[in-house]
């Protein structure tokens, strides 16, 4: 089982700064199938980004994905009100699937 | 528009059994792999399984092997997950999806499934 380590589990930022998170996988993932999901409270989590790098239809471009292997990063490049969220991690290249155990974005 | 509708949730004992279903429309539902993943409360997500477009193809957390089976009706655009021999930490909001590749895009709201005595 491919494990998923996010970091930091909390980030505490402001309006208009740049947030930086991190996902880490114990081993490689294939074809760098990792996706990136937004949750807010009492909502089902929305795809953000998908094959590390590509944005979901309707994400604003602020959301930008990178990195290969075992490193991954989401980045927000200035940050707005509703993007106060609680962010996950997703390999989708072996079975059985993980998710991150998730990085809190605070104000 | 794509929609899931999960239902099926409640309260039940340990080690008893619940059908999840999940009702869909707005897309080819027959073209998809279709996932569940729950959520504890207050906890992070959690895969649970999933099942290829014909249904030939299914895959489960270890978590559930054994308990739950997932299968689907493309004639009827659902999604089901029997669930046994339920325990205590089976307790969550489960989720169905749509999956691009392994990948899931689009989620229904949820259902609420409690084990407890």
């Known amino acids: 089982e491919i494990v998923l380590t996010q970091s930091p589990g909390t980030l505490s930022l402001s309006p208009g700064d740049r947030a930086t998170l991190s996902c880490r996988a114990s081993q490689s993932v294939t074809n760098d199938y990792l996706a990136w999901y937004q949750q807010k409270p009492g909502q089902p989590p929305r795809l953000l980004i998908d094959?590390?790098?590509t944005r979901a239809s309707g994400v604003p471009d602020r959301f930008s994905g990178s990195g290969s292997g075992t490193d991954f990063t989401l980045t927000i490049s200035r940050l707005e009100p509703e993007d106060f969220a609680v962010y996950y991690c997703h390999q989708c290249s072996h079975s059985p699937l993980t998710f991150g155990q998730g990085t809190r974005l605070e104000i | 528009e794509v929609q899931l509708v999960e239902s099926g949730g409640g309260l039940v004992q340990p080690g008893g059994s619940l059908k999840l279903s999940c009702a869909t429309s707005?897309?080819?539902?027959?073209?998809?792999?279709m996932t569940w993943v729950r959520q504890a409360p207050g906890q992070g997500l959690e895969w649970v399984a999933n099942i290829k477009q014909d249904g030939s193809e299914k895959n489960y957390a270890d978590s559930v092997k054994g308990r739950f089976t997932i299968s689907r009706d493309n004639a009827k655009n659902s999604l089901h997950l029997e669930m046994n021999s339920l325990r205590a930490e089976d307790t969550a909001l489960y989720y169905c999806?749509?999956?691009?590749?392994?990948?899931?895009?689009?989620w229904g709201q949820g259902t609420l499934v409690t084990v407890s005595s």
């Open positions: 707005g897309f080819t539902f027959s073209s998809y792999w």
């Open positions: 999806a749509r999956s691009s590749g392994w990948t899931s895009d689009h």
């Open positions: 094959d590390a790098s």
